[in-house]
C-alpha cells in the first residue's frame, strides 16, 4: 500500500513564556511579581531594571546576587512583610501550640518572624523541621540570626521566583501578598 505525499510538520506559533512577559511587562507589573517573592522595594527594582534575561536561569542567578546585597534596611523591610506559615488542617492542636508559643519565643528575641527554607521537605516534616529550626536558632545571637535569616529569605525568594517563572500562566499584578516561609502553604494577602 502506498501513501500519499508526507505533509510538513505543523509548527506551532512562538507562544509567550511567564518570562517573557515577565520580560515585556510594564515597570509596575515586574515589581509587582518580584514584590511576591522577596518584599524589599530595592531588590526588586535592581532585578526589574536589569531586564530582559535570556533565561529562567539568569534571572534566578540576578536574584540570588542581588538578595546578598541586601543592606540591614531592606533585610527589614522584606522581614517584616513575611508571615507564619499555615498548618495543615489535620495538625493537631498540641502542634499549633507548640508552633506558637516557638514563633513567640522567637520574635520576642530577634523582633521579627521565623524565616526557614523548606526546600524539598515532605508536607509530613514541614512542621518538625520548622519547630527543630526555630529552637535551634533561638540560641543564635541576633546579628548571627540575621546572616541565617537573609540566607533563608535569599532562598525562599529565589524559589518563589522559579515557581512563578516556570509555572504556566500568567502572574498576579496586584499588590504582594505577605510572604510565607513554606512553599506549601501559600500567604493571605495583605
Known amino acids: 500500500m502506498t501513501r500519499g505525499p508526507t505533509l510538513p510538520a505543523h509548527r506551532l506559533p512562538h507562544l509567550p513564556t511567564p518570562l517573557d512577559a515577565f520580560n515585556a511587562a510594564p515597570d509596575a507589573e515586574a515589581g509587582a511579581l518580584l514584590l511576591h517573592c522577596l518584599h524589599s522595594l530595592r531588590w526588586s527594582r535592581r532585578i ?27 533585610l527589614s523591610e522584606a522581614l517584616a512583610d513575611e508571615c507564619l506559615p499555615e498548618l495543615p488542617e489535620d495538625t493537631y492542636s498540641a502542634a499549633h501550640t507548640a508552633l506558637t508559643a516557638a514563633h513567640a519565643a522567637y520574635e ?16 509530613a516534616e514541614s512542621l518538625d523541621r520548622v519547630l527543630e529550626g526555630i529552637r535551634s536558632r533561638l540560641t543564635n545571637d541576633p546579628e548571627e540570626e540575621r546572616i541565617i535569616a537573609a540566607e533563608e529569605l535569599r532562598r525562599l525568594a529565589g524559589q518563589r521566583l522559579a515557581e512563578k517563572l516556570r509555572g504556566a500562566g500568567q502572574y498576579p499584578s496586584a499588590a504582594p501578598p505577605r510572604g510565607a516561609t513554606s512553599p506549601n502553604a501559600p500567604a493571605p494577602g495583605k
Open 108 to 123: 520576642a528575641k530577634f523582633g521579627h518572624v521565623f524565616v526557614i527554607y523548606l526546600g524539598d521537605t515532605p508536607a
Open 48 to 74: 526589574a531594571d536589569h531586564r530582559p534575561y535570556p533565561d529562567v536561569e539568569s534571572l534566578l542567578a540576578a536574584a540570588d546576587e542581588a538578595a546578598y546585597d541586601l543592606s540591614p534596611a531592606d
